[in-house]
């Protein structure tokens, strides 16, 4: 199987890249703050750029594109940051009306893995319209029936959460195997999004390396420094092997385990972000723990993607399982 990108999906990877770097500066990171991480106009603008209508069929009024062109555009929205619940309406097109052309906002909530307890969704304030994965299928709830209580202080400033106190049945939608579809390609997503922020984080140490000095050179010349990038450089691409393999193997699932290539993505993904995020603040050194360093932003986020659609552990016990069948 041949994971580099074609000719074609360079040029997507380019295009969406250019535009979030021109809509998605650093210095927009304070007035998303602001709005609780949510821009209309923004959501309004990926949609135009059919993220959310990717995968679905041209007569749909989709793109017609796979999973790994979605892995693609994905990774570069991980890069930026981009702030919204990208994934659940990515995964809602086709299934409740209007979020294919981000005139709908839907968010989710993944009641099939292992840890459903406490309940909790993200940008409840900004949705239109919420979809439940329950072992019986999916179900779509409106927002406002929830009875549920912003937190404070999110762990990610720019991904307010709310504690579910009831929530309600509501209607379904599709049956349990397509909530089970949902999950596994919303898994796959989210590897893309945690290897998008495992380079993001390594180019910003990378840059602050290359113009920070020290001792009269700059601190990237010194050997401690350049095993930290180095270490992280074999994070991110052992995560673009696990993202890269997961979208191909969604797209021909006859040639592998197509939930061995997810869980095996999210896994690496995971450890990726996680990791590199913190190691960008350690070569920032000082200034890594300042609020003005976007290096927490990225390690904020890296821990938010790391609960959804499934953990590094259950994935990992998944795997292990699928291991085990064969011996």
Do not use: C
């Not at 059919?50 to 570069?76: K, N, S, W």
């Not at 999950?183 to 590897?191: H, K, M, P, Q, W």
């Not at 945690?194 to 910003?204: I, K, N, R, Y």
């Not at 659609?309 to 259950?314: A, K, L």
Request: proline content about 4%; cysteine-free; hydrophobic content about 45%.
């Amino acid at each position: 199987m041949d994971f580099q990108p074609s000719e074609d999906q360079k040029a997507l990877r380019d295009g969406i890249r250019s535009f979030l770097e021109g809509q998605v500066p650093n210095e927009r990171f304070p007035e998303l703050e602001k709005s609780q991480g949510f821009d209309r106009t923004l959501w309004g603008e990926l949609a135009e750029m059919g993220i959310f209508a990717l995968r679905l069929a041209e007569e749909q009024g989709g793109v017609g594109l796979g999973h790994a062109d979605a892995v693609l555009v994905f990774e570069e929205l991980g890069r930026r940051l981009v702030p919204g619940p990208l994934v659940w309406s990515h995964l809602a097109a086709g299934l409740v009306e209007g979020a294919e052309t981000g005139d709908v906002v839907v968010g989710g909530i993944d009641l099939l893995g292992e840890r459903r307890e406490p309940i909790v969704v993200e940008y409840l304030e900004s949705l239109d319209s919420l979809i439940v994965l329950r072992e019986e299928g999916v179900f779509r709830v409106a927002p406002g029936s929830l009875v549920a209580s912003a937190v404070d202080v999110p762990l990610d400033p720019l991904t307010p959460v709310s504690h579910v106190e009831s929530l309600p049945e509501g209607e379904p939608i599709a049956d349990a195997e397509t909530a089970r579809r949902l999950r596994l390609e919303g898994a796959a997503l989210t590897s893309a999004l945690q290897l998008g922020v495992a380079e993001g984080s390594l180019e910003l140490a990378n840059a602050y390396a290359l113009q920070r000095e020290q001792f009269g050179r700059v601190i990237g010349g010194f050997q401690a420094v350049k095993h930290l990038l180095a270490e992280m450089f074999v994070k991110q691409e052992a995560a673009r092997a696990g993202a890269y393999n997961a979208g191909a193997t969604l797209d021909a699932p006859e040639v592998a385990d197509v939930q061995r290539a997810v869980s095996s993505a999210k896994v690496t993904a995971g450890d990726a972000a996680i990791r590199n995020g913190r190691t960008s603040i350690q070569v920032h050194g000082g200034m890594g723990f300042t609020w003005e360093v976007m290096a927490h932003y990225y390690l904020k986020r890296a821990w938010v993607l790391e609960n959804n659609f499934g953990t590094q552990d259950e994935h990992a016990e998944t795997i292990a399982a699928i291991l085990e069948a064969l011996d």
